[in-house]
């Protein structure tokens, strides 16, 4: 055990407390940005004249080679230390002597902590945004070509009116791009420098907060010190956005799941994503869709971690804020694997664009429309409403489709059905008449195409 802290200590720690209170299992995945972290901190010693220029390339250059010699498997990061803090702290000792002692100074690990997780979640926003942005091009990409596959559009997971494959991946690509503004704006808002905070109240170190925070990207210096060691709302933030993702992700796993079965057969899931039964030799099973409903709960769950570790906590650092790791990780992770994977998924997923017509051919998708053709011939909507509706009656006892009947047939149940009525209720015209903004005809779709492609462009 190497620990910070001996000095006020007579006794040693039981071994169970000692396991118990560490977090360097976990929080060693801090290396890098810890690094990072003391380099800023030193620099800034340096600049305010609390540690000289010599020392301040030592710590430099001291940390750089743990970090490289870490990286190559010279040195392991163990259990002997508490955590990541205390074994870089540790090794810098003893590699560069008393300058390695100064590093600490004006600095808690309470604030070190406080950085480390900033520049960590700051990274992972970033990298949310970047497959999120992967996920958009997919979805525009298919869109693009999709723009005229028909297929029909549920309510109550009933067919209702017809639409289009372009129309119904463009409600998630509006969907991912609410989240990947989200990200932008969570960026923003956590994008400040709690270094300098010290334990709980400053420092009388005149430490410049201002010059840290610049070195190390962020907006500026965080303004209340406690807050800035209690503060874990933008980790909050940040998760149950990451939580929005995965609750998209996961509608849209439930719609593949229900397009691959055996009975919508819309969908083809690509071999390298799907597998098989260890009993039933028929089986292709789309179990990467659900699993990624299924790590959706999981994400939930560590924001309802997180949020009820911070409800009761006294300002300012407590011990229970550790807890906030695990949690953090566990979502960021599994989110960020289920964009990969979704995505991958989605760009090898076959379309069966003739199955997805029929189904909106047989599925009455176009009542609406025969109803509004009676309509605009002079017959008030209830009216015709109530004649399409036993129209549609007298289909499904004949199984077959409005467009199926012949014209004296039709003019059995009003007079004002002409020849004009199969061209009024063709698929193509149900969905090109709807012209409305966000409505799903090719020429509607066509400009969103467009300006999702601006979207995406201009996000580079
Ligand atoms: N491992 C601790 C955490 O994750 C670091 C901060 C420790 N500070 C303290 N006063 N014990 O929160």
Same mark, same amino acid.
Do not use: H, R, V
């Given at each position: 055990m190497a620990q910070l802290w001996g000095g006020r200590f007579t006794g040693s720690i039981n071994e169970l407390a000692w396991n118990f209170n560490a977090s360097i299992t976990f929080d060693k995945r801090f290396l890098e940005v810890d690094v990072k972290g003391s380099k800023a901190h030193a620099k800034m010693l340096a600049k305010q004249g609390i540690i000289n220029d010599e020392e301040m390339t030592s710590i430099v250059e001291g940390l750089d080679s743990i970090l490289e010699d870490v990286k190559i498997g010279k040195l392991e990061i163990t259990t002997?230390?508490?955590?990541i803090h205390s074994f870089l702290e540790a090794n810098l000792i003893e590699r560069i002597g008393d300058a390695g002692k100064k590093v600490h100074t004006g600095r808690s690990r309470n604030d070190q902590v406080a950085l480390d997780m900033r520049l960590y979640a700051r990274d992972e926003v970033e990298h949310v945004t970047g497959l999120l942005t992967d996920i958009l091009k997919v979805l525009n990409g298919i869109m693009g070509e999709n723009l005229e596959t028909y297929m029909p559009g549920f309510t109550h997971l009933q067919k209702a009116q017809p639409v289009t494959l372009a129309h119904h991946l463009g409600a998630y690509f509006e969907m991912f791009k609410r989240d990947l503004l989200r990200m932008k704006d969570i960026y923003k808002r956590m994008n400040?420098?709690?270094?300098?905070a010290g334990a709980l =109240?400053?420092?009388?170190?005149?430490?410049?907060r201002e010059y840290t925070a610049m070195l190390l990207g962020f907006e500026g210096p965080t303004l209340n010190s406690m807050d800035s060691v209690a503060d874990r709302d933008y980790l909050i933030e940040f998760m149950s956005a990451l939580s929005t993702v995965m609750m998209h992700l996961s509608r849209f796993s439930e719609e593949i799941i229900i397009w691959n079965s055996n009975e919508y057969r819309f969908v083809t899931i690509d071999d390298a994503y799907s597998t098989g039964s260890s009993i039933m030799p028929q089986k292709k099973n789309p179990d990467i869709a659900e699993l990624v409903r299924g790590k959706t709960g999981r994400v939930y769950g560590d924001l309802m971690t997180l949020l009820t570790t911070m409800k009761?906590?006294?300002? =300012?650092? #407590?011990?229970?804020?550790?807890?906030d790791k695990e949690a953090f990780f566990d979502a960021v992770d599994n989110t960020s694997n289920c964009l990969i994977l979704f995505t991958q998924m989605l760009s090898t997923l076959q379309f069966n664009k003739e199955n997805m017509k029929r189904s909106a051919m047989l599925g009455f998708t176009n009542a609406t429309d025969a109803a509004d053709y009676l309509v605009k011939k002079g017959m008030p909507f209830r009216d015709a409403h109530s004649v399409i509706g036993k129209l549609v009656l007298y289909c499904i006892d004949k199984n077959c489709a409005i467009d199926d009947l012949g014209i004296e047939e039709l003019k059995s149940f009003?007079?004002?059905?002409? #020849?004009d009525i199969y061209e009024e209720i063709s698929l193509e015209t149900c969905v090109n008449k709807r012209?409305?903004?966000? =409505?799903?005809s090719l020429k509607c779709m066509s400009e969103i195409v467009k300006l999702n492609y601006e979207f995406i462009n201009s996000l580079v």
């Open positions: 002997k230390y508490e955590d400040y420098c709690p270094l300098g =109240a400053g420092t009388t170190y005149p430490l410049d009761g906590i006294p300002l =300012a650092y #407590n011990k229970d804020m550790q807890e009003s007079e004002l059905f002409d #020849n012209l409305t903004i966000g =409505a799903p």
